[in-house]
């Protein structure tokens, strides 16, 4: 089907306030990845989702942070509490089976924390 | 970990073959290497993967030689739009998981 969505593109928040971030995966594709891109830098690893499998949070920057998926379908990152240094695009990607290394990423969420 | 090490800008001009080398000295029997681009304001796009040898397609040239502690991305004839950042990975195809790592990339600008 179509490729990967994010919602919404574009988000300003205040500081301190919840955020929640949505990503729709290509269908079928088990594997779903979060990334944190800061203005001008790399992606940076958040969290990982393989099929029904305990997800990797090793990358999350703080218990601020927190993502959930629905089996192989939707998933939310949450950043509670957001301060400014959170500003920056997150973007989620996903991978079919057996193909972990060709991820197909979204347009991304840009987030401005003011 | 396999970690890569690739250099942080390139410059070129349109028409040019342009080759980003990409080093990664540790890098595991099961890893493929695989290289993305990224435009501004958008998610990175795989272009392409290979395991050794030469893998070519559409897009590149992803030359690996036997020992595989390198690869080189080659862009045949650039053209302005080539402008971007390549960023070179390594992982196991099966369960990349937080292996999926990007660095910095290499900024790559095509100058008319």
């Known amino acids: 089907g179509a490729g990967v969505s994010q919602s919404p593109s574009n988000k300003v928040t205040e500081k301190g306030k919840d955020v929640e971030l949505r990503c729709d995966p290509i269908s079928g594709h088990t594997a779903l990845y979060w990334y944190r891109q800061r203005l001008g830098q790399g992606l940076e690893f958040l969290i990982y989702?393989?099929?029904?499998?305990?997800?990797?949070k090793s990358g999350l920057p703080s218990d601020r942070f927190s993502a959930e998926r629905t089996g192989e379908s939707v998933s939310t990152l949450t950043i509670q509490r957001t301060q400014q240094e959170d500003s920056a695009v997150y973007l989620c990607?996903?991978?079919?089976?057996?193909?972990?290394?060709?991820?197909?990423f979204g347009q991304g969420t840009r987030l401005t924390v003011v | 970990l396999a970690k890569t090490t690739q250099p942080i800008s390139m410059d070129s001009y349109e028409g040019q073959e342009v080759n980003i080398t990409c080093s990664h000295n540790?890098?595991?029997?099961?890893?493929?290497i695989t290289w993305y681009q990224q435009f501004p304001s958008q998610g990175p796009r795989f272009i392409i993967q290979g395991y050794k040898t030469k893998v070519t397609n559409e897009v590149a040239s992803l030359f690996i030689p036997a020992d595989r502690k390198s690869s080189t991305l080659s862009l045949p004839r650039v053209s302005l739009s080539d402008t971007a950042v390549y960023y070179c990975?390594?992982?196991?195809?099966?369960?990349?998981?937080?292996?999926?790592?990007f660095g910095g990339g290499t900024r790559l600008m095509v100058k008319p």
């Open positions: 990607a996903s991978s079919a089976r057996g193909r972990a290394t060709e991820a197909f």
């Open positions: 989702f393989q099929g029904n499998s305990a997800p990797d």
């Open positions: 990975l390594v992982g196991d195809k099966n369960n990349a998981g937080n292996m999926l790592t």
């Open positions: 540790n890098i595991a029997t099961n890893d493929y």
